[in-house]
């Protein structure tokens, strides 16, 4: 028996493995867009698995009939069943519809077309540009090159807003690209200092999702091609942000030696900026110094952090937005933290934890980051933990634990496990809730994170 999934696999000439598995992974992407389910984004296909779909020997489960209904704009019941002789030669964009469709189903079948060729439109989008490069075969055109700087732009913004899956392969691809052209014979001395900045911002995004997925020595790695491409660019904002970028790689591996010494290098750099970078690298210092118990760093670098922030003039880095610029937000978010790790127990402290919280509660903001937030309401539940409220503590980090699979990243699982930590204290230890508290932690940082397409 032929299926009606296997007669329009052949139509739509998907029949190889990577070919069909590139729009299995597509259509997985929609859906979870659509549907805010996010961890729907991480799947993936095996080659086993579409080969025993193909032949019948084995039905889709759970959520891939999901994605392959949502693929194909048809239930999952008709795609599995025998293929009426009609849908042999009929195509998703001519099928006709039946004297008893409902006005529904007609608009069921038009928004699956549509997202049918909205898939195939950006496809063909991405085949055309990798035309225009290979075009531009004698030197690197100006059309390539903007190509390059509107993908860097496009992804620095979205970079916080997105689960990482959703972007990851266009970054390693871009990067990909732009390291060809360094390393050939194409590129115009006028282009060099473009091109190894964009490599610069390419590297030290990807040290941010290698830090985001757990692997502190790839993002170090990724982070110290991003200085080399740095220097080579001349670019001595850029050289600054990339030691704040190995501070908070450091900060988060549990080296707050070696993130103290990263946050003063980058500031010392910097001298002279004016950007936001000047504020974050003041900010990272004194995070790590309160891991290190010293006080009197915390504040002062905190206290130089506000200075920098009242004569901070925009720059090209600010301009891109993301993880390239430091709003006043993330400032405060930072002050609270370092604050946090002090052992402070103070009532206005708890005042600024939840003002920090509240500068990230309108998602449309342009600087809204889903890291960012759920980082100030951990903040916030230690605040209120030492204040002696569980009950508070809990209701901070609610929204956090209700995070999906794909967008619990290293920082967040480790913002969360110094909550978990804290409620071991001996006032707590016979506590319901926070024997209750402390098991959800657990159970959210235990589940696979970040699952990213292969």
């Given at each position: 028996?032929?299926?009606?999934?296997?007669?329009?696999?052949?139509?739509?000439?998907?029949?190889?493995?990577?070919?069909?598995?590139?729009?299995?992974?597509?259509?997985?992407?929609?859906?979870?867009?659509?549907?805010?389910?996010?961890?729907?984004?991480?799947?993936?296909?095996?080659?086993?698995?579409?080969?025993?779909?193909?032949?019948?020997?084995?039905?889709?489960?759970?959520?891939?009939?999901?994605?392959?209904?949502?693929?194909?704009?048809?239930?999952?019941?008709?795609?599995?069943?025998?293929?009426?002789?009609?849908?042999?030669?009929?195509?998703?964009?001519?099928?006709?519809?039946?004297?008893?469709?409902?006005?529904?189903?007609?608009?069921?079948?038009?928004?699956?077309?549509?997202?049918?060729?909205?898939?195939?439109?950006?496809?063909?989008?991405?085949?055309?540009?990798?035309?225009?490069?290979?075009?531009?075969?004698?030197?690197?055109?100006?059309?390539?090159?903007?190509?390059?700087?509107?993908?860097?732009?496009?992804?620095?913004?979205?970079?916080?807003?997105?689960?990482?899956?959703?972007i990851l392969d266009d970054l390693t691809n871009i990067q990909d690209a732009t390291f060809r052209l360094l390393e050939g014979d194409?590129?115009?001395?006028?282009?060099?200092?473009?091109?190894?900045?964009?490599?610069?911002?390419?590297?030290?995004?990807?040290?941010?999702?290698?830090?985001?997925?757990?692997?502190?020595?790839?993002?170090?790695?990724?982070?110290?091609?991003?200085?080399?491409?740095?220097?080579?660019?001349?670019?001595?904002?850029?050289?600054?942000?990339?030691?704040?970028?190995?501070?908070?790689?450091?900060?988060?591996?549990?080296?707050?030696?070696?993130?103290?010494?990263?946050?003063?290098?980058?500031?010392?750099?910097?001298?002279?900026?004016?950007?936001?970078?000047?504020?974050?690298?003041?900010?990272?210092?004194?995070?790590?110094?309160?891991?290190?118990?010293?006080?009197?760093?915390?504040?002062?670098?905190?206290?130089?952090?506000?200075?920098?922030?009242?004569?901070?003039?925009?720059?090209?880095?600010?301009?891109?937005?993301?993880?390239?610029?430091?709003?006043?937000?993330?400032?405060?978010?930072?002050?609270?933290?370092?604050?946090?790790?002090?052992?402070?127990?103070?009532?206005?402290?708890?005042?600024?934890?939840?003002?920090?919280?509240?500068?990230?509660?309108?998602?449309?903001?342009?600087?809204?980051?889903?890291?960012?937030?759920?980082?100030?309401?951990?903040?916030?539940?230690?605040?209120?933990?030492?204040?002696?409220?569980?009950?508070?503590?809990?209701?901070?980090?609610?929204?956090?634990?209700?995070?999906?699979?794909?967008?619990?990243?290293?920082?967040?699982?480790?913002?969360?496990?110094?909550?978990?930590?804290?409620?071991?204290?001996?006032?707590?230890?016979?506590?319901?809730?926070?024997?209750?508290?402390?098991?959800?932690?657990?159970?959210?940082?235990?589940?696979?994170?970040?699952?990213?397409?292969?």
């Amino acid at each position: 028996m032929a299926t009606l999934l296997r007669v329009l696999i052949d139509q739509k000439g998907w029949k190889d493995h990577p070919t069909f598995a590139h729009q299995y992974r597509l259509a997985a992407q929609s859906l979870a867009q659509e549907t805010h389910e996010y961890s729907l984004a991480t799947l993936t296909l095996s080659d086993s698995t579409f080969e025993r779909w193909c032949l019948g020997k084995v039905k889709p489960q759970n959520d891939a009939r999901r994605v392959l209904a949502h693929l194909f704009g048809r239930p999952i019941t008709e795609l599995l069943a025998e293929a009426p002789a009609s849908d042999g030669t009929a195509t998703p964009l001519d099928r006709g519809l039946s004297t008893n469709a409902s006005i529904t189903e007609t608009r069921a079948d038009h928004g699956a077309d549509l997202r049918w060729m909205e898939r195939h439109a950006a496809m063909a989008a991405r085949r055309a540009i990798e035309f225009a490069m290979g075009a531009e075969r004698k030197e690197v055109g100006q059309e390539t090159l903007s190509y390059l700087q509107d993908e860097v732009r496009r992804i620095a913004q979205i970079y916080n807003r997105v689960p990482l899956a959703t972007i990851l392969d266009d970054l390693t691809n871009i990067q990909d690209a732009t390291f060809r052209l360094l390393e050939g014979d194409r590129t115009k001395a006028s282009q060099i200092r473009d091109l190894y900045f964009l490599a610069a911002l390419q590297a030290g995004m990807l040290a941010k999702a290698s830090h985001d997925l757990g692997d502190p020595h790839a993002a170090m790695m990724q982070a110290r091609t991003a200085a080399v491409c740095a220097d080579q660019a001349e670019h001595r904002g850029m050289c600054a942000w990339v030691r704040g970028l190995q501070s908070g790689i450091s900060y988060w591996a549990d080296r707050p030696e070696d993130a103290l010494h990263y946050a003063r290098q980058g500031a010392c750099m910097g001298t002279g900026l004016c950007g936001s970078i000047t504020v974050w690298l003041a900010a990272q210092e004194a995070r790590a110094a309160a891991l290190l118990g010293d006080e009197e760093t915390v504040h002062a670098a905190n206290h130089r952090a506000e200075h920098l922030r009242e004569r901070t003039i925009p720059d090209d880095l600010d301009a891109l937005g993301g993880n390239f610029y430091f709003p006043h937000a993330r400032q405060t978010y930072f002050n609270v933290e370092s604050n946090v790790l002090l052992g402070e127990s103070k009532a206005s402290l708890v005042k600024r934890a939840e003002e920090a919280v509240q500068g990230f509660s309108n998602t449309n903001d342009p600087h809204w980051a889903f890291t960012a937030e759920a980082g100030s309401r951990a903040s916030l539940a230690l605040a209120r933990l030492q204040m002696g409220n569980l009950e508070g503590t809990a209701e901070a980090v609610r929204p956090v634990l209700n995070l999906p699979p794909n967008q619990r990243n290293a920082g967040i699982i480790g913002s969360l496990q110094r909550v978990q930590a804290s409620l071991l204290g001996r006032p707590l230890r016979g506590s319901k809730t926070a024997l209750e508290l402390r098991e959800e932690i657990g159970i959210f940082g235990s589940r696979p994170t970040l699952t990213l397409p292969h």
